[in-house]
């Protein structure tokens, strides 16, 4: 089978970036995943091309997240990218916290909880998820029930907290 | 049907059910409140996680964003000219040329072969038949090492192809390869149907020990069929350019190996600016002479031995073995990554052979 590389590159490249910065924070970072992910694609050309990428993929971010070298570097960056939309300054103001939120309650789930949640937002179905995570097909959904809940869950009890400070 | 576990609500909501499992959650659903309650649970979880998820939006669009970056690309193959190859071929056959030959004692432009002591010794391939004796003839051949003259160069002529010793008037030698019409005429449908020379003497690039004991003529000629493309495929689907020059001449030939293996050789001949010509052959080992019409159909046996040779070839850092190699002028050989045994001649020093090769694609 060959790799229709500059098809895959169109139809996956942007989810794959997409995917990366909401797991990184870092716009720059995940561009450079993505590329170093294709890259292997072109060496190694896969079966399953995109459950491959973005299995590639997270593999590079946890490598790079034990490394540790950017963590203090996405938290700053966590903060300053923002939305693109600029509606009124209040309204663009409560959107940032409300996104910077979201992302802290993802970063304080588990790997695999925030992979399922990320994947599932790029439209992978089951299948998908089970083969990029290396997971029992049986396993998706009680793994995707519990990380969807605790996002909720962590997420609300940002907001108390914020509320309580406030 | 049981109460659902959350797995499996969370499947039916994602629409992950098959028909008949979700017909029996369906009804088991509908008569069980705990379960109904559990799903709507579920339900506003799921809808209320998938919407924060969106919430994170969409980084900005880079220019060029969806376009495969070029250092993705694989590098472009420079596209044979064939309008300039049929003017070549045109040339070469109305001079006379059509059969370009020589032996090596005359031409002496011999490829080194590297013993295991690290000394040379120069292989002999494709002779006249006064010397096709047989054996013994190739061991004097491969034993007679490096006392012929030899400057490793060819002569430019005016109109710019290579000027070569020929056998006019010589008896056909065994090796020599049918002629082949102009390449013009050789075209069919883009593709070229037959190799586009014949040549009398072809010899290996590299230093291949076993080259030098093999029966040195080309039999048979060229294998029924065979084309450019076929020698294109039995180099391994791919072929080495130098970058930025026009391919004035292109030659194709298979040898005899021992062990009934062959070598594919594909000379490409460049002009530089003056006109003199650059000549970049490459050589791999492939399997039995008749099987390389048909590369595709190259049986996995035939060609092991060859592949495991090459492998032991290339193995060594080319680099290693260039350095090896005692300095010749105008000829630099090595083996490259992919079992390619290359040979570059060129009237140039060794700096500019140098950077000759760095411009091998």
Not at chain 2, 133 to 145: L, N
Not at chain 2, 260 to 289: C, F, K, M, N, W
Request: net charge negative; proline share 8%.
């Amino acid at each position: 089978m060959t790799l229709d590389l500059a098809a895959l590159y169109r139809t996956s490249h942007g989810s794959l970036v997409r995917m990366l910065w909401r797991r990184t924070g870092d716009r720059d970072r995940a561009e450079d995943l993505a590329h170093e992910t294709f890259a292997r694609a072109v060496a190694s050309p896969p079966d399953n091309p995109r459950p491959w990428l973005f299995a590639v993929a997270l593999n590079l971010v946890r490598e790079d997240g034990r490394r540790g070298a950017i963590r203090s570097r996405r938290l700053e960056l966590y903060r300053s990218e923002g939305p693109q939309a600029a509606p009124g300054p209040d309204e663009a103001l409560e959107r940032d916290e409300r996104v910077a939120q979201v992302r802290r309650a993802l970063i304080r789930l588990t790997e695999r909880d925030r992979e399922i949640l990320l994947l599932k937002a790029e439209g992978f179905n089951y299948d998908e998820i089970a083969e990029t995570l290396g997971l029992a097909r049986g396993a998706v959904g009680t793994t995707l029930s519990r990380a969807r809940r605790k996002l909720v869950e962590t997420y609300h009890q940002q907001e108390d907290g914020h509320d309580a400070a406030s | 049907m049981r109460h659902p576990d959350d797995g499996l609500i969370e499947e039916y909501l994602d629409g992950e059910l098959a028909a008949e499992a979700r017909g029996e959650f369906d009804a088991h659903a509908a008569g069980c409140d705990a379960c109904r309650e559990r799903i709507e649970a579920a339900r506003a979880a799921r809808s209320e996680a998938d919407a924060l998820v969106a919430m994170l939006g969409d980084p900005e669009p880079r220019p060029g964003a969806g376009e495969l970056p070029a250092s993705l690309r694989p590098p472009a193959r420079r596209p044979v000219r064939w309008r300039t190859l049929a003017w070549a071929a045109s040339v070469m056959m109305a001079a006379g040329l059509g059969y370009v030959g020589g032996t090596a004692e005359r031409r002496g432009d011999g490829a080194t072969a590297r013993r295991g002591d690290g000394t040379t010794e120069r292989p002999t391939i494709g002779r006249s038949d006064s010397r096709a004796g047989g054996p013994s003839d190739s061991s004097v051949v491969a034993e007679a090492p490096t006392e012929q003259p030899d400057d490793g160069r060819t002569e430019p002529r005016s109109d710019g192809a290579t000027e070569r010793p020929t056998a006019i008037g010589a008896e056909p030698p065994v090796a020599r390869i049918e002629e082949s019409p102009p390449l013009a005429k050789q075209r069919v449908d883009g593709e070229l149907a037959r190799p586009l020379e014949s040549r009398e003497e072809l010899r290996l690039a590299d230093a291949d020990r076993a080259l030098a004991r093999a029966q040195p003529a080309i039999q048979p000629p060229n294998p029924p069929g065979a084309s450019l493309d076929a020698a294109v495929r039995a180099l391994g689907g791919s072929i080495r350019l130098l970058d930025g020059l026009e391919v004035q001449r292109v030659e194709v030939a298979w040898l005899p190996m021992p062990g009934g293996d062959s070598a594919a050789v594909v000379e490409l001949t460049y002009a530089d600016a003056a006109g003199h010509p650059i000549v970049l052959r490459q050589s791999r080992t492939v399997a039995a002479v008749g099987q390389i019409a048909g590369a595709d159909a190259v049986p996995a046996k035939a060609a092991a031995p060859a592949a495991a040779r090459d492998r032991a070839l290339a193995a060594e850092p080319p680099d290693r073995r260039a350095a090896a190699e005692p300095p010749r002028d105008g000829e630099l050989a090595w083996v490259d990554r992919n079992g390619f045994r290359l040979l570059l001649r060129a009237d140039a020093d060794a700096d500019s052979l140098a950077r000759l090769r760095a411009r091998v694609r």
